[in-house]
């Protein structure tokens, strides 16, 4: 195992652990360096304050690094963030985009959010019918 392997082992170890302040001392090396999962994981930390002060604008720019590399769970996070106004301007419209990147990777959360705003209408048209499909995705992805 490289030794970039081992040190995210032990960090996504210590996050999982819930040792928030060792995971992230040890995440944030990596995170700087651009590895996803890491930007990722330090986006919920700040997200949350969880080993370190809440911040939502960190949390922001580091699910987007990870999200901008094709990472479903920051991409989700980030869709997560424009449907609800979380750190931006709300905008269902963006969300969807987001969530459909992460769907395309066979997220069953975002194909199930997809569904969801195509049977309420949110950044979409309603489509009773769409929403189905995207729900019958969701199911056969679990």
């Not at 194909?111 to 705003?117: A, E, V």
Request: glycine content about 10%; aromatic content about 10%.
């Amino acid at each position: 195992m490289s030794e970039l392997n081992m040190e995210l082992s032990s960090g996504l170890a210590a996050f999982e652990a819930k040792h928030f302040d060792k995971a992230f001392k040890l995440l944030s090396p990596l995170a700087n360096e651009g590895h996803p999962e890491a930007q990722y994981r330090l986006g919920i930390m700040y997200q949350n304050g969880l080993g370190c002060a809440p911040n939502q604008n960190k949390a922001l720019e580091w699910m987007q690094h990870a999200a901008d590399q094709g990472h479903p769970y920051a991409q989700h996070g980030i869709g997560f963030m424009y449907l609800h106004g979380e750190c931006v301007d709300k905008n269902e419209a963006t969300a969807m985009e987001w969530f459909r990147k992460a769907a395309d990777q066979g997220l069953t959360g975002s194909q199930m959010t997809i569904g969801m705003m195509y049977e309420q209408g949110l950044g979409v048209a309603a489509d009773a019918e769409e929403a189905r499909r995207w729900y019958a995705l969701a199911e056969q992805s679990q």
